[in-house]
């Protein structure tokens, strides 16, 4: 039996799902009066730890430690506030390092330094020796694909060697490889001739020409050389209309995450209903410059092609086109390729990139403009909010120049400005009020003859979704083609089984920590079973839990619907593992995934984003 098996049976899990319908007026509990603050979860009062009871998290306790009656009472620590801006995330490597050639012992590879000058072991005896003790039970990558790709530096090796050999189940190998494999991997040699400017730009450069001479410049030998490059130009080779078509329409979509928005988490969503994911946001200067790091994030899995955008940021128009034509010749197996004009982070800001786009149209014109020219067939769409400061609104008139002039796909806008980041609720009416300017202009796209073969522009909301009545109520708006989720599918992954169904879902303590189990799983085919792969894994799986550890369950809530901007009292699950799964403690974030990856090693360290959530006494 697995050690993941028996920490569950520990804990004793023992409730079942059940739906809950959100109650009537009627139904509501009758209180003399309304114990709950503005913002504050409302709570079954059963659920509730009396505050005279609570402790400081003390290094050694757990979060089912400091529910218990028995502790004394601690002194009251200052609040902590904002962010852990100087994390370390780097994990140690291992000391002893395997050649990479030896990987396989059945299948050696020639090492191109030869054993005498290279700087890893080739004593593969001595490698063993010096690696951490094998994780009990079986390899997830070898359970999941038949075969275990990292070989002798696998830490749950013993499940798949025996007689100094590795096993391979070739039945299950071959079956699970045509339908479980990940896309867009691009060669050494292409990001070798990126970095070295060798690549070829062909749509780019003749583009980037045309563009410099809309630039408004003083000097008449420039503005010859503008005139030049205006009648040098060519047209683009596909229109809207013949670029791939967008299947947005009440379409269930994850928004681009930084950070937690890696492939196992996007791989997680398919499974639970999403129709289309985005990769996290990249720049397009390590684009174009052939970086290791950013080429890593249009990376997807195969089962979210078709459905797949790569998002990315840029300031200049030049940039913005060698992104676009690198990555659809690269990566052709994307759905569109987003711009993103509304990251609020103060350092893209001042480079003048994400929502500093807003401030200056003619320039976001010209970067959409020339990532349309060079991206071939695949679709641009791009991302915005209201404005960059409050009470300032610039979507609606942003909004509607950009669709005049034709080089987009899809219009997606986050219903706060730059200013507000998540301090407000979204501004759903406004939303729609942008909406109206993308579905007048897609209705006089009909009267226009030439214009009416084009796809029209969809227009999709984006702000504070987090159960199916948020979800249904924007999507009935005839302005509105879908909603673009993003905390709400971190919190709760199985936001989309809830539009589906229409009821809120309660699920048990035991169907979250299997969601996990499941992350845990993709974490480690995408990773590396490996020390290194393991701790990327565990970093990882603690990110996406300083979200998950946020939901509140709807059963032990006294009325619903549930809202992002609350946040709840101290509270005790209906059993240990739902109280474990709510703590806010990291470490109790590391507790959890040692069910899965192991115990820890000396290697990892892991500093949450979140000071409230390090919980230091």
């Not at 979060?63 to 140690?92: C, F, I, V, Y």
């Not at 054993?115 to 990558?141: M, W």
């Not at 013949?242 to 398919?270: C, D, F, H, Q, W």
């Not at 699950?573 to 995934?593: A, H, Q």
Request: net charge neutral; aromatic share 8%; glycine share 6%.
């Amino acid at each position: 039996m697995s050690d993941k098996r028996t920490a569950e049976e520990s804990l004793q899990e023992t409730t079942k799902k059940i739906h809950v319908e959100q109650p009537s007026d009627d139904s509501k509990p009758v209180h003399d009066h309304d114990h709950f603050a503005k913002g504050v979860t409302p709570i079954k009062k059963e659920f509730l730890v009396s505050t005279d009871k609570q402790v400081v998290y003390a290094d050694e306790e757990s979060s089912l430690d400091r529910l218990s009656t028995e502790k004394p009472q601690a002194k009251k620590s200052k609040k902590k506030r904002g962010q852990n801006k100087d994390r370390d995330l780097k994990q140690t490597k291992e000391v002893v390092k395997l050649c990479p050639s030896l990987v396989d012992p059945d299948t050696p590879k020639e090492c191109r330094f030869g054993a005498d000058a290279c700087r890893f072991t080739h004593n593969i005896e001595e490698y063993l020796h010096s690696k951490p003790q094998d994780v009990q039970g079986v390899c997830p990558v070898f359970a999941a694909i038949g075969y275990c790709p990292n070989g002798l530096k696998c830490r749950w090796l013993s499940s798949h060697y025996e007689s100094g050999k590795l096993i391979k189940d070739e039945i299950l190998f071959d079956k699970v490889s045509k339908v479980d494999y990940e896309i867009n991997h691009i060669s050494q040699n292409a990001k070798t001739e990126l970095s070295r400017k060798k690549f070829q730009f062909d749509a780019a450069d003749k583009m980037i020409l045309f563009l410099d001479s809309k630039v408004q410049v003083h000097d008449k030998t420039k503005q010859e050389l503008q005139k030049e490059n205006a009648n040098n130009y060519v047209e683009p080779p596909f229109k809207v209309s013949e670029k791939k078509k967008l299947n947005v329409k009440n379409a269930k979509i994850v928004s681009p995450l930084t950070t937690v928005g890696n492939l196992p988490y996007r791989r997680l969503m398919k499974t639970l209903g999403a129709d289309i994911t985005y990769s996290e946001m990249a720049l397009s200067l390590p684009l174009i410059q052939g970086t290791n790091s950013e080429w890593a994030l249009p990376k997807a899995h195969s089962s979210e092609y078709p459905g797949f955008g790569v998002q990315i940021a840029t300031s200049k128009h030049w940039t913005g086109a060698k992104a676009a034509e690198a990555i659809a010749k690269l990566t052709p197996q994307i759905s569109e390729i987003n711009l993103n004009c509304g990251c609020p982070i103060d350092l893209l800001y001042r480079q003048g990139q994400g929502s500093a786009l807003m401030e200056q149209p003619p320039k976001l014109i010209r970067v959409l403009k020339g990532m349309n020219y060079c991206s071939g067939e695949i679709p641009v769409t791009f991302k915005l909010r209201i404005g960059t400061r409050d009470n300032h609104p610039l979507a609606e008139n942003l909004v509607k120049r950009v669709c005049e002039e034709g080089d987009i796909g899809c219009v997606t806008l986050h219903g706060r400005s730059r200013q507000q980041r998540y301090t407000k609720e979204a501004d759903w009416s406004y939303i729609s009020k942008v909406g109206q300017v993308v579905r007048d202009y897609n209705h006089n796209q009909l009267d226009d003859k030439e214009q009416s073969d084009r796809d029209p522009i969809y227009f999709v909301g984006n702000g504070d979704c987090f159960t199916h009545e948020d979800w249904h109520k924007a999507v009935s708006d005839p302005n509105i083609d879908s909603v673009m989720v993003a905390r709400g599918a971190l919190i709760k992954p199985w936001i989309f089984e809830e539009i589906n169904s229409e009821q809120y879902i309660d699920k048990s303590a035991t169907e979250r920590l299997a969601l996990l189990e499941q992350y845990s799983k993709f974490a480690l085919q995408h990773w590396g079973s490996d020390d290194y792969g393991v701790n990327t894994a565990r970093r990882f799986m603690c990110e996406f839990m300083s979200f998950t550890h946020r939901y509140v369950p709807v059963g032990i809530m006294e009325r619903l619907p549930p809202k992002l901007n609350q946040r709840p009292p101290t509270w005790k699950g209906r059993n240990e593992l739902e109280t474990l799964l709510g703590s806010p403690d990291y470490r109790d974030w590391i507790k959890i995934t040692e069910m899965f990856l192991g115990p820890t090693t000396e290697g990892f360290s892991f500093t949450p984003k979140h000071r409230s959530n390090s919980y230091k006494s």
